[in-house]
């Protein structure tokens, strides 16, 4: 399938209790710019009789690197483990503060023989640096900056590491997005 777009970034606090996975707090993270995911394989091999006799690749971790169209201070403290202050509009970066594991969720168009149907994307267990911040002199004519989100890809508790589903409409990735994240 022909991929053409990206909306709606979404992401949950990823919680496991009794082995049970639970998604709480989910929010919008921003507008989609890019998503690009990556993914870490094993790659170990047998030989015997001067041949490989058997191969094996397994997941081993991915890497996700989702450009923002912003990332306001609530989305940052989100992904950050920073604390947002709302009644001043502060975020307050701590030396003690600890990036939790969150879920994060996203849908494009994909085309196939002409049909244009929607991909939902859900990795269920990410965890996010700090996004570097990027500011340039305007100079002759303004440049956009934007923020880019570079996380890691982690199987949950049970080791799932990418859920994808594709539906008819965006109605539909909507409401299944915001199921995953208990939005």
Known sequence: MAKIGLKYIVGAKYNVTNNAVS???????GKGISADITIGMSDVK??????IAESIKDFQS????IGLDELDNNALAFISGHTADSTNGEIIK???DVAPYIGV??????IRNGVRKIRCVWLPRTIFSIPANTFATKADSPAFTT??????ILADIAG????????????????????????
Do not use: C, H, Q
Not at 23 to 29: A, E, I, P, Q
Not at 46 to 51: E, I
Not at 160 to 183: H, M, P
């Open 23 to 29: 998604y709480t707090d989910g929010l919008v993270l």
């Open 46 to 51: 047998l030989y015997a009789d001067d041949a």
């Open 147 to 152: 923020p880019t989100m570079e996380g890691e």
């Open 62 to 65: 991915g890497t996700i690197s």
């Open 94 to 96: 701590n030396i003690s």
């Open 105 to 110: 969720g996203f849908y494009g168009a994909v």
């Open 160 to 183: 799932n590491w990418e859920i994808d589903r594709v539906v008819a409409t965006e109605d539909e990735a909507v409401e299944w997005l915001n199921g995953k994240a208990g939005i």
